[in-house]
Structure formats: C-alpha cells, structure tokens
C-alpha cells in the first residue's frame, strides 16, 4: 500500500490561489483526474487534473514534457503515465499501476507548490474548470454494482420481503449482479423516464407505461486499474493496488419496474436505462489520509478467510461523506437552494473496496482497467442517511417535503438530483470529488 508522503501535507500551497482557498474541493493535496475539453469546442477529449478552480490540460503539459520546458520534474514513470493520461480515455493511465500513477502525482503536486521552477509552463496549460465539458474518465468494459450497505439492503428489503429483510447469505457474500456500462454517462447527461411493465401487488396482470417510481441510488463509484488475467485471482492483499480511484455513482433505478421483474435473476430494465458518473476520479492515494479501520460486530458472521487481511482490519474504510439534493423545477425556476435528501458516509459499507476486487476475482473473473464497481446504495443507519428515496418515504408510504413546501414520494420530470462527496479530517487537508447532477426528463411518447 502507498503510504503517507511529502504530497499530503496538509499545508502545502501552491501558487494558484484558487487551490489555497478554504474549502476547495481541489486543493493541491487532492489531484483527481476526468476527461475534459473545452465546452462547445469540437476538440478531443484528453485528461486533465483539477486544481482549484482549473483543469491542467494534460495533452498541453505532455507537450510541454516533450519539448523538454519540464526540465527534470517527471521521472521515466510520471513521464509515462502522463503520455498515458494525456489520451482520450484514462484506461491506459489506470492500466499501469501505482507505482507510475504516484510518480505523476508528485511531478505534479511539486510542479503546483507556491515557488515551483516551472510555474509559468504549467500555468500556460491551465483551462477554467468553468470552460470545461467531461466526458466519462474510461472506456468501462464491465460495470458490477455491489449491494454494500447492510442497513441500504435491510431497509430495502423490509419493503419488498417484510418478515424476511436480509437474505441468510448477505453476511458471507458482497452481493452483486452485473450491470450494463453503455448507459452510463458523465454528469449533466439527462435521460427520459423509463417505461417498462409493472405490476401492482393486487393487480390481475402487469401494465405497460412510464414508471412512477423513479428512484436514485447515492454510490460511490470505483475504477479498476491494472486488471488480473483470466483464472487468476487477487488477494486481499493485492487487491488495492488493482484499484486506480473512487468517483460518485449515482445509479437511478425504477422500483416499480424492478418489484415485478427482479426475481429470479435481479434486476434488469429497472437499472440499465441510465447511471451517471462524477467527471473526476480521485486517486487512492490522494485518499490515504482518510482511511479508517474496518470492523464486523462481533455477533456477526466473520468473513471467511480469503476476504480477511490485517491490512484491510487496519485501514480497509473510507472516511468519505455522501450527500444527495434534489432541485425541482419550481426551485430552479424561483431561484432557490436545493433541498438535502440525504448525508451519508462510506464508512458505513459492510464490506471494503479490497473485499469486493478479491470476491469478484475468486473464482477466477477477469477484471480490466477501467471496469466499474458501484459500491451499492450508500446508507447509514439513522433517520437522515438515506441513500435512496424508496428508504425515506418507506416504500412511498411517507411523503417527504422539501424546503420549499412540495412533496415527494419519488421523483418527478424536471427533479434534477445533485450528489457531492468529499473527505475531511482534522490533521488533513480537506478533498472533495467535486459535485455531479443529471435531470429527469419526461418519458418519451411510445
Ligand atoms: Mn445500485
């Protein structure tokens, strides 16, 4: 595991002030990475790193590197994973490993601190994060949502199964099911509501139209870097260093779709129409500081040996808060704040990130650079930390009301859901992962 080191400080500064400014989701002890080019330009997407309220145009800095303005600030490795990161897709970046992505990240942060030789060559690569479109950071070969959150499965499945909420094997098992990647898209892609068929538990037989209940799920979203080859599988111990970074997920989902079709092989139409991603992936390393131990109640079943490491005991968490909003079309048109739904914490995940990379690889599944993990519905335990709105309004049954009077049971056409997630922690510079949005629109006509 990368430990701890002169790019974490939590007072290093750097010579642009929108990195230094209190609160900054991309302060230079951060440097996530996306898919960027300039807005309403036809130019191609290459990688760029967030640094205050900028983009580093990685393509302009590689360049820069190979007319030699770097001077020595890259070593073979950063130089590679920055020809790497400098392409349309981040898969090659991620495919490389941490030994080249932590080379790149101290080439960068020491080319931003206040007093850097190469101020002026790096500066002269800066586009404003205001200037920016994103596209999705990888090409995902694969996408697997996992089910992490104990109290998100129990919630969900006193509605669906009231004298049996939890399955006998979610205690042994980090429960997935395979999803589809080519419906998943970076913020501010919009989607149309889903029609599907649904069937009310007293009706005679299904109906066909736009679902009603339409649902959004608060995930963390996690990047596969190097992958494992076709019957091999990956150890605990191993298996962070298979991860390139964590994004949010926000994996929209329609509940009355998914009651009539989800057994016996889960769910199907109500998950694929669309999922939407973060632009930026922050690094596992940029989350070093904010790991924390993980623990299983003693009364508990323990994991079984393969999913046990001491590592994973020690520091196998995040301490990473979730936050959901909603913006309807009535706060957007009167100009007022959206309203919170939920704040929620990683650290609530009855399984860790490395448990899932070694459960999916132990029968010998090949994972690729750039497949996504969704970690499952993010819930915490109390009133208020709910990730999705089938647990806040117990199934529908109670209405929530906004901060400007409407009511919701589930989403409505024109709901644009916001999801934020950061990390802070006294002794660290605080990190978010900046702040991602998509909008509901209406179904369209069939
Ligand atoms: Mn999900």
């Known amino acids: 595991m990368t430990q701890l080191n002169e790019t974490h400080g939590p007072s290093l500064q ?3 002030n929108s990195a230094n400014v209190e609160g900054t989701d991309f302060p230079i002890q951060n440097l996530p990475f996306a898919e960027f080019r300039r807005a309403g330009s036809d130019e191609a997407f290459r990688g760029g790193v967030a640094i205050g309220d900028q983009v580093i145009d990685l393509a302009a800095l590689n360049n820069a590197y190979l007319q030699g303005s770097l001077g020595d600030l890259l070593t073979a490795e950063a130089a590679i994973a920055l ?4 392409q349309s897709s981040l898969n090659e970046l991620m495919s490389l490993g941490p030994v080249h992505w932590s080379a790149l990240r101290l080439g960068l942060s020491r080319g931003l601190r206040a007093g850097a030789a190469h101020e002026s060559v ?4 800066l586009v404003a994060q205001s200037d920016a479109a994103y596209a999705l950071p990888a090409r995902i070969g694969d996408y697997t949502d996992f089910y992490a959150s104990i109290h998100h499965a129990t919630n969900i499945g006193r509605l669906f199964r009231p004298d049996n909420p939890l399955l006998p094997n979610y205690q042994w098992i980090p429960i997935g099911y395979h999803g589809r990647s080519s419906s ?27 679902c009603k209940r339409l649902d959004y799920e608060l995930e963390v979203g996690i990047f596969i870097g190097q992958g494992n080859a076709q019957g091999q599988t990956v150890t605990m111990d191993d298996a962070e260093a298979h991860v390139f970074g964590l994004c949010l997920l926000n994996d929209w989902s329609a509940r009355d779709i998914q009651a009539w079709e989800y057994q016996p092989l889960g769910p199907f139409l109500s998950k694929n129409f669309a999922s939407t991603l973060s632009p930026w992936v922050v690094t596992m390393e940029a989350l070093l500081p904010y790991r924390s131990a993980w623990t299983r109640p003693e009364t508990d079943p323990q994991p079984l040996d393969y999913l046990e490491s001491a590592q994973n005991r020690a520091a196998g968490g995040f301490d990473m808060q979730l936050e959901v909003l909603v913006e309807t079309a009535q706060m957007r048109e009167q100009g007022l704040a959206p309203h919170r739904l939920g704040l929620s914490n990683f650290d609530y995940s009855y399984w860790t990130v490395a448990q899932m990379v070694t459960h999916h690889t132990v029968n010998g599944c090949n994972l690729q650079a750039g497949d996504l993990f969704g970690s499952g519905t993010m819930s915490g335990p109390h009133a208020g930390s709910e990730g999705a709105m089938i647990e806040l309004t117990k199934g529908g049954k109670e209405p929530v009301t906004l901060s400007n009077g ?17 990390c802070d922690r006294a002794g660290a510079k605080r990190i978010g992962f900046g702040e991602m949005s998509s909008t509901i629109l209406p179904a369209i006509k069939a």
Request: glycine share 8%.
């Open 83 to 86: 020809a790497a990161a400098a």
């Open 184 to 210: 998943i898209n970076v913020s501010g892609a919009d989607f149309p509501r889903p029609h599907s068929q649904m069937k009310a538990p007293d009706a005679e037989k299904p109906v066909y139209g736009p």
């Open 406 to 422: 409407e009511v919701r049971t589930f989403l409505e056409d024109g709901d644009r859901v916001i999801m934020r997630g950061w």
């Open 14 to 16: 750097s010579w642009l």
């Open 122 to 125: 790096i500066a002269a690569c």
